[in-house]
């Protein structure tokens, strides 16, 4: 496995990897949501979800520069925040059930808390770490 600071690609990192699993999760399971939900909770919740590891390609393109970095991994862990939080009206309307949600949830806590710590130690990341 590489080390997580010498990735060439952001598509290397573990979080990268996880957010984009728990994205293509969600997207299954959204398709068994109600179809009155298809313009609002199916389609925030498959944007939401996969925006977390687009933003990490942003962020990875950023990493010349630590204030940006931080900035889209703030976006990431924003738009994982709100993933959540629609997991929690998908369980409250009976789209999912409370081992699924609990499972997604769980997920989302994880990604959370790799999100964290790169934005509270970004400089392993960055190109030019002592610029």
Request: proline content about 3%.
């Amino acid at each position: 496995m590489v080390k997580e600071s010498h990735c060439r690609s952001a598509k290397e990192l573990t979080v990268y990897k996880k957010a984009y699993a728990l994205a293509m999760e969600i997207f299954e399971i959204s398709k068994g949501f109600p179809r009155e939900e298809q313009y609002s909770l199916t389609s925030q919740i498959r944007r939401s979800s996969r925006s977390v590891s687009m933003n990490l390609r942003e962020a990875w393109a950023k990493r010349r520069y630590e204030a940006h970095f931080i900035s889209k991994l703030t976006d990431c862990d924003g738009e994982n925040s709100e993933t959540d939080t629609s997991l929690d009206f998908a369980r409250d309307g009976k789209y999912i059930s409370e081992q699924q949600h609990a499972d997604l949830v769980a997920q989302c806590e994880e990604v959370g808390k790799m999100l964290g710590a790169m934005i509270n130690n970004p400089k392993p990341f960055l190109l030019f770490p002592d610029s």
